[in-house]
């Protein structure tokens, strides 16, 4: 059974950094394009950043760009968002996900996403 497992999450302080992970098993997610997403408080999962199956195109959602950085490194079947100067506001539970397709933009949109992580929890205090 296909299985991506999201790790990494912690209470930190603003400012500081994390990096989350996402490692696959039971089937190959190398092909496809992948992506974080996050649930905060409200009741909708929001789209963090994507990725393509190559890992040459990269999207951010606007409060992301500058400060996350998603990779991935296909030989490990892993997924990474690196996450720097965190605010209060990103507190959230992190999911990673995996689409169907290779463009990113399928990401973006949520469509073809037949994969999800378990989620880890992002603490950010002030």
């Known amino acids: 059974q296909a299985q991506l497992v999201a790790s990494g999450g912690g209470l930190v302080q603003v400012g500081a950094s994390l990096k989350l992970s996402c490692a696959s098993s039971?089937?190959?997610?190398?092909?496809?394009?992948m992506g974080w997403f996050r649930q905060g408080s409200g009741p909708n999962r929001q789209f963090v950043a994507a990725i393509n199956w190559s890992g040459h195109t990269t999207y951010y959602t606007d409060s992301a760009k500058g400060r996350f950085t998603i990779s991935r490194d296909r030989t490990k079947n892993t997924l990474y968002l690196e996450m720097n100067n965190l605010k209060p506001e990103d507190t959230a539970v992190y999911y990673c996900a995996a689409a169907r397709g290779t463009s990113a933009s399928d990401v973006v949109q949520s469509r073809t996403l037949d994969a999800w992580g378990q989620g880890t929890l992002v603490t950010v205090s002030s």
């Open positions: 039971g089937r190959t997610f190398t092909n496809v394009a």
